[in-house]
């Protein structure tokens, strides 16, 4: 079922998001200790200007009621967490650093409590109190409603995964065994958490322009930029690693489970398409870097990577390319490989 979010916001609203952003860019300096109120402002105007599509999403999720008229059932929910919740540090600096982090929690928000407001509009005549569902942003206006099917826990693939890709994820997504969604929720709560952490990278990447400009005075900035994608980009393989391992395992050892997964179309659908955008931003950061390289030394400013590291002048930050290497090999083999195209919706 695809739902498409209005697009019309308050006016008033738009006014004082476009004169926070004048003020953040014209009167913030740099390591300026900033008010919790202008910390709100700039989140806000930040993730306007640069991710209108998780901007939507903000909006959406504030207006969400705390009751649903479902049939002949009344369902009520708590209120969704505030967005500035998820902001740390006092900083401008520190602010932008944490819109991946304000993104990706929020979206799980949005991901648990806007599927109630499409069953409201739309109730289906066989809706049951024990159903589960998760509305995924896909991009843009799109959200696609999954109703779960059986699962088994995730945390049973603690003893298939070798150490040597037991990366950074793998606890606590996996282990040790919690109420975690992505464990609790199987396959379910793994393309959440793969969802959430494209979000989160797509903001961080898109915040481009803002350390372009502050990189004409201090090219240190894009270590500051890359800093803030080098970690969250690597879900993209951890997730897709743990998703495909989950299929593969209740194959073999919960067909039933497997046929169910392989039925829900609204699942696959969401996996393929969720999969492709995650991997098209991947291929996108990695072509953004090599730019960087090549506009640092074309002005003389010695920049590279070597050992894992980006280098701008002595200065470097980690890329987790050792780990995202053992994942790439270990998704390129037949088992893998013969899995995700048995999924995938083409």
């Not at 910390?39 to 200007?49: K, N, P």
């Not at 207006?63 to 479902?70: G, V």
């Not at 967490?81 to 932008?96: D, F, N, Q, Y």
């Not at 398409?273 to 996108?284: A, S």
């Amino acid at each position: 079922m695809i739902v498409l979010l209005g697009n019309n916001y308050s006016l008033v609203r738009r006014l004082i998001l476009i004169a926070s952003l004048m003020y953040s860019a014209l009167s913030i300096g740099f390591g300026q200790s900033l008010s919790k109120n202008q910390q709100v402002r700039l989140m806000y105007s930040l993730i306007e200007e640069h991710d209108p599509d998780a901007f939507k999403m903000l909006e959406s999720l504030s207006k969400l009621p705390t009751k649903y008229k479902i049939n002949r059932m009344t369902i009520t929910t708590g209120k969704p967490t505030k967005p500035e919740t998820w902001l740390s540090g006092r900083t401008a600096e520190e602010v932008r650093g944490s819109l991946n982090t304000v993104v990706h929690e929020s979206l799980h928000n949005f991901t648990s409590y806007y599927g109630y407001q499409i069953l409201s509009e739309n109730p289906p005549e066989d809706f049951d109190f024990s159903d589960s569902f998760s509305a995924f942003m896909i991009d843009g206006d799109n959200i696609l409603l999954v109703k779960h099917s059986e699962v088994y826990n995730s945390n049973e693939l603690k003893r298939d995964i070798p150490k040597a890709l037991r990366t950074f994820r793998y606890d606590p997504y996996i282990t040790p065994k919690s109420n975690v969604g992505s464990q609790k929720q199987g396959v379910y709560g793994l393309l959440d958490e793969f969802n959430a952490y494209y979000r989160g990278t797509r903001i961080s990447y898109n915040l481009f322009p803002v350390y372009k400009e502050m990189a004409e005075k201090r090219p240190g900035a894009y270590l500051d930029y890359i800093q803030n994608m080098s970690s969250i980009r690597m879900a993209y393989y951890e997730f897709k690693y743990f998703m495909l391992s989950y299929l593969s395992k209740a194959q073999t050892k919960y067909p039933q489970l497997y046929e169910g997964f392989l039925a829900n179309t609204d699942l696959r659908q969401a996996y393929t398409l969720i999969h492709y955008n995650f991997q098209e931003l991947n291929q996108k950061i990695d072509q953004r870097l090599a730019n960087i390289i090549a506009d640092l030394n074309n002005k003389g400013i010695e920049s590279y990577i070597k050992d894992n590291y980006f280098w701008v002048r002595t200065r470097g930050v980690g890329m987790n390319l050792e780990a995202i290497g053992l994942l790439k090999e270990e998704l390129s083999k037949k088992r893998f490989t013969d899995q995700h195209a048995a999924f995938v919706l083409n």
